[in-house]
């Protein structure tokens, strides 16, 4: 199937699914169903087995899913048995939280290069980074040929970086400013807007 | 409409459009239309118009959607009009960084205690907070009648601090941990796990 038939919505739970799964593989676990999977991250075993009947027959019939067969699988889906290198902008407190994140450790990412405008951060050093000048930025991505980044900048200056990050050829963007970015075609945004996540739980709250 | 007839997939994205409007107006926009709204967000003019028409009608024919109206309507939709205390736990750069954040000013919420389990920090300030004991969760939240909190300690210590949250009467939890948490009935989690936004971006990646 090609990849533009794909809604972006399944894209979206497979990383979700694929977590949950690493999870029962540290618990020893070998095999699980859609059932039990589904209860783990809340969503239906019926939705699990669509969503994942779209990249091929990855379950049997009363026997389930091997964890392990269906963790490749989904590591090959998303490109993440390579690592990529990620460029960090902005060392503030996010930013220094992300160069310090132990989490993305086997899980397809490897922050490369940090970058902030401020003089005095500029040549010091947040872990084994040492702080690059954002005006550089177009430069040194382009040379290393980085194409993710995760953009920590305050809210006024994260469309500017932005467009100096898409000049670069990043052409995916974890956005953690409160702001809506513009990016051309070919160039993604997720965002890590804390706001957003409590406004759709507090729908629920009485 | 009853409360569980809408589906959930559907309150997530009205922060989004939310986010989107609060912008336009920024700019001194008054009113727009469901093609700029989904043209913002990404997400199409009829996905927008469907998504709002299962709270009511706010839109004219013609002449679009009164940016003012609908943000009020979103705000009162989401529970957001009044101002939500929050408890931030666990004092690393995360939290750090959620202490000081700005992007919850007039957005529904407050960060109204920090915890942390450290000897060190526990007594000590960030921000104008001062920190408070991991051991005194369940008391300090009872007493205050916090419903929201935000996590950020260590994977190894999540679940256990989400168990002493849940215990105190939280109901919606913002998870930065690495990990899927278990919460009964009644709880919810959002998770804000860059590898899972980044993962969802490498598919597109060649």
């Known amino acids: ?36 999977l589904g209860s783990t991250v809340g969503i239906s075993a019926a939705q699990i087995r669509k969503d994942l009947s779209q990249f091929g027959e990855f379950g049997k019939q009363g026997t389930g899913y091997d964890i392990a067969f ?3 699988k989904l590591r090959g889906i998303l490109k993440i048995e390579r690592v990529w290198d990620v460029a960090v902008v902005g060392m503030g407190d996010m930013g220094h939280a992300l160069a310090r994140y132990q989490g993305f450790t086997d899980r397809g990412f490897r922050v490369a290069m940090v970058f902030d405008n401020d003089p005095a951060k500029i040549g010091g050093q947040v872990e084994n980074y040492v702080v690059l000048d954002t005006r550089d930025i177009v ?12 953009l920590c900048v305050p809210a006024l200056a ?4 932005t467009n100096l990050l898409v000049e670069a050829g990043v052409k995916a963007i974890l956005n953690y400013a409160p702001l809506s970015l513009s990016v051309p075609p070919g160039v993604r945004v997720q965002y890590l807007d804390p706001s957003i996540g409590l406004q759709r739980m507090t729908y629920y709250l009485d």
């Open 139 to 150: 430069t040194s991505i382009r040379q290393s040929g980085i194409k993710v980044a995760m």
């Open 1 to 36: 199937m090609a990849k533009n038939d794909i809604p972006d919505i399944i894209i979206g739970r497979l990383p979700i699914y694929l977590r949950a799964l690493r999870h029962m593989q540290a618990e020893a676990k070998l095999t699980t169903s859609s059932q039990e």
């Open 70 to 72: 269906l963790v490749n």
């Open 158 to 161: 994260a469309q500017e970086v």
